[in-house]
């Protein structure tokens, strides 16, 4: 199963040293959940990329990606969610972005429920208002936007793969959206 992204700056490794990396070292991640506000600043979108891995199952996800040697956290959100939904985002990072959680991948099922068969990742995880216009990144086959209790509905927790269902749970019990 392959959920990265092509990118034309790979940045410090070569793909056979990011291998070797990957095969020994956490990598450290930040994954970006996309939202839309109403006036009062309570979501009422979340943008959920849609894709398909090599094997053509399709499946939902979010803008993620390696923090680069060198790179801010703050730096490495703007690149991932300008890569994965355009220039024309505009997202809305605070001052001080701080994760609403920290997710933890294992290359196996583990107790976290969250799995990338590829390593094990250190993920930090964000929600991010966006007020531009978003297009999807060239692997994903679309955009989409879904209010909170759709994103909650069994039907589209059952489309995300590795366990990412559970963040989207989590960020929007962070915001106090139970989907009651």
């Given at each position: 199963?392959?959920?990265?992204t092509?990118?034309?700056?790979?940045?410090?490794?070569?793909?056979?040293?990011l291998?070797?990396?990957?095969?020994?070292?956490?990598?450290?991640?930040?994954?970006?959940i996309?939202?839309r506000?109403?006036?009062?600043?309570?979501?009422?979108?979340?943008?959920?990329?849609?894709?398909?891995?090599?094997?053509?199952?399709?499946?939902?996800?979010?803008?993620?990606?390696?923090?680069?040697?060198?790179?801010?956290?703050?730096?490495?959100?703007?690149?991932?969610?300008?890569?994965d939904?355009?220039?024309?985002?505009?997202?809305?990072?605070?001052?001080?972005?701080?994760?609403?959680t920290?997710?933890?991948?294992?290359?196996?099922?583990?107790?976290?429920?969250?799995?990338?068969?590829?390593?094990?990742?250190?993920?930090?995880?964000?929600?991010?208002?966006?007020?531009?216009?978003?297009?999807?990144?060239?692997?994903?086959?679309?955009?989409?936007?879904?209010?909170?209790?759709?994103?909650?509905?069994?039907?589209?927790?059952?489309?995300?793969?590795?366990?990412?269902?559970?963040?989207?749970?989590?960020?929007?019990?962070?915001?106090?959206?139970?989907?009651?």
């Open positions: 199963m392959s959920v990265r092509p990118d034309p700056n790979p940045g410090w490794l070569s793909e056979d040293d291998y070797e990396a990957r095969r020994r070292l956490p990598m450290v991640y930040v994954e970006a996309p939202v506000l109403d006036a009062l600043g309570y979501i009422t979108e979340i943008g959920l990329l849609y894709t398909a891995d090599d094997d053509g199952r399709f499946y939902r996800t979010v803008v993620s990606g390696r923090v680069l040697y060198r790179e801010t956290i703050r730096a490495a959100l703007i690149r991932h969610i300008e890569k939904l355009g220039s024309l985002a505009l997202p809305q990072l605070p001052v001080s972005p701080v994760p609403f920290v997710a933890e991948y294992f290359p196996y099922p583990s107790e976290t429920g969250l799995v990338d068969d590829r390593q094990h990742v250190v993920s930090l995880a964000y929600i991010v208002p966006v007020n531009g216009e978003c297009s999807p990144r060239q692997d994903a086959l679309e955009l989409s936007w879904l209010t909170p209790e759709q994103a909650l509905a069994p039907e589209a927790q059952a489309e995300f793969i590795g366990g990412r269902e559970q963040l989207i749970r989590q960020a929007l019990a962070h915001v106090g959206h139970t989907g009651s």
